[in-house]
């Protein structure tokens, strides 16, 4: 399975190369193949450390050149929408940081896409298995709340 990494601006890098690039290498079956950065520079040094071979500084072309299974969208939450529907588009499975799109209807736009194109869409929901939201839906569920 390849794994393409979509990132952007500083803030960004730094959660993918702490946390999300290592997280995708230690499946013994994803190979993480291509990052995309605004920023060329830092995508370079990020590919390096982590033996990513593609680098590319726009998504349309990264998309274009590259034959991906999945592709994790941690762009700021304005790109989110546009870029999971282009990743659809190119039957890529998607797994995409909070909010999917700014809209109802993009969401539902991009959900018919994703199911005449047979591939999935994932939100990230990173906090739902937190133990204080697993109490609050206990407590919900209880009617303690």
């Known amino acids: 399975m390849k794994v393409e990494r979509a990132s952007c601006g500083p803030s960004w890098s730094r959660k993918n190369s702490s946390k999300l690039t290592p997280g995708w290498r230690s499946i013994p079956t994803v190979q993480v193949i291509a990052i995309v950065d605004e920023n060329e520079r830092r995508a370079h040094r990020l590919a390096e450390r982590y033996g990513i071979k593609s680098v590319y500084k726009d998504y349309g ?3 274009d050149s590259e034959r991906l299974d999945i592709v994790d969208i941690c762009t700021p939450p304005y790109l989110h929408g546009t870029m999971t529907e282009e990743a659809v588009e190119n039957r ?4 995409v940081e909070k909010p999917l799109a700014f809209t109802f209807q993009q969401a539902e736009r991009i959900f018919d896409l994703a199911q005449r194109e047979g591939v999935v869409v994932c939100p990230v929901f990173n906090y739902r298995y937190c133990e204080s939201i697993k109490n609050a839906k206990r407590k919900l569920a209880e009617g303690g709340i």
């Open 61 to 63: 072309e990264m998309l």
């Open 92 to 95: 890529c499975h998607v797994v």
